[in-house]
């Protein structure tokens, strides 16, 4: 009994002496049941939307109210004229359209039939579709106190348009999100985990020691992971056009352009976890529990951005998947061009600045 007391003792040691191992232990199951619990719904609120309402009569005015009291729209404001469809759609800043035919309330009453065009983004079919149900639920709601109230029968028709995507196909969503977790998971992780490696084994020393300066040590267990990934890269492009069917709208150099910086930035990522861990299990566990959850969950992939809370919103923001993702769903599947992505370039380059510039200082610490 006493060996059996000082064996779990010295197991307790040992665990505790590892903070990596012990954050791993207990922030894991908190960071777990605050995502799935608050943040991860697949419930859309606030959604904003706007009108185009060429006849601004009684009727149009109470859908349009209807909607913006529900919990699921905000108003943005009205368009003026149907050629700023297209635009408002480019500049993302509405989620759904509601757009009236002429002389609304008057074929309503007159005629017992009156038209909606609802107008969603395609890009993302599962959100669009909700977006559309949602809004066809709040007109069902006025058709049916309006019919209460008055004794003349009427109808109306909501018609669903998806931009972007027609045909509502997934892949169109979730392909985009697949490159960017490929592309982290071949370049972080495999990159914290090789150097982590050589850590482990001691070799890192001895490789340190050589003639070559130790820049360039570090960059030669790097370029083989870049051009892995940008062979994965390749695949990826090529499956997903000639397999999944999903077409390249844009610009393919402009792809390739971003593809490209992202591919850097989860190398710093990977450099700088390497640097922070000692071992190949800790660097895994590292680099899951940091980059590959938060990219599955938190940069848009799968969950709406929007409707998480605030906090776990700020937390996206600093996700590098999250900006390549809406950058290639932008110029891949909406066919933008660069003018619409430079937010994300800018973004994706200060982090690159910042990772690799805070990696190599600390392999330069540890060779003092």
């Known amino acids: 009994m006493k060996q059996f007391l000082v064996f779990t003792q010295k197991e307790f040691y040992h665990i505790f002496r590892d903070r990596w191992t012990m954050m791993i232990l207990l922030a894991l199951p908190v960071a777990m049941i605050i995502l799935f619990g608050f943040g991860i719904t697949t419930e859309i609120k606030n959604t904003k939307f706007a009108v185009y309402d060429p006849s601004r009569d009684d009727a149009t005015q109470g859908i349009t109210n209807k909607m913006e009291q529900n919990e699921y729209f905000t108003l943005t404001g009205y368009l003026d004229k149907p050629e700023q469809i297209e635009t408002v759609f480019k500049e993302g800043k509405i989620g759904l359209l509601v757009v009236f035919s002429e002389q609304f309330n008057e074929n309503m009453l007159r005629t017992g039939d009156a038209q909606i065009q609802l107008i969603a983004d395609g890009t993302d079919p599962n959100t669009a579709s909700t977006l559309t149900s949602y809004a066809s639920n709040i007109i069902r709601e006025y058709q049916q106190e309006a019919l209460n109230m008055q004794n003349i029968p009427f109808s109306i028709h909501p018609e669903v348009k998806l931009l972007y995507n027609p045909t509502m196909k997934g892949a169109y969503n979730i392909v985009p999100g697949v490159i960017g977790m490929i592309l982290m998971l071949i370049c972080a992780m495999m990159t914290s985990v090789s150097i982590a490696r050589e850590k482990e084994m001691g070799t890192m020393e001895i490789i340190l020691v050589s003639p070559m300066p130790p820049v360039l040590i570090i960059l ?40 490209l910086l992202f591919i850097f930035v989860a190398l710093a990522l990977g450099l700088l976890i390497s640097t922070m861990v000692d071992t190949q299990l800790v660097a895994l566990l590292f680099s899951v529990m940091g980059l590959l959850m938060p990219v599955i969950l938190l940069s848009g992939l799968m969950f709406p951005i929007e409707n998480m809370p605030i906090a776990l919103q700020y937390v996206a923001q600093i996700i590098p998947a999250k900006w390549y993702i809406t950058a290639m769903r932008n110029v891949m599947i909406k066919g933008l061009g660069f003018e619409s992505i430079i937010k994300e370039m800018i973004i994706l ?20």
Not at 234 to 259: A, D, K, M, R, Y
Not at 354 to 360: D, E, G, P, Q
């Open 349 to 368: 380059s200060i982090m690159a600045v910042v990772l690799i510039t805070v990696s190599l200082k600390k392999f330069k610490i540890r060779l003092e």
């Open 220 to 259: 030669s267990k790097v370029v083989p992971y870049f051009v892995i990934s940008i062979v994965n890269l390749t695949n990826v492009l090529l499956l997903s056009v000639f397999v999944l069917e999903v077409p390249i709208v844009g610009s393919l150099w402009l792809i390739v352009f971003v593809s």
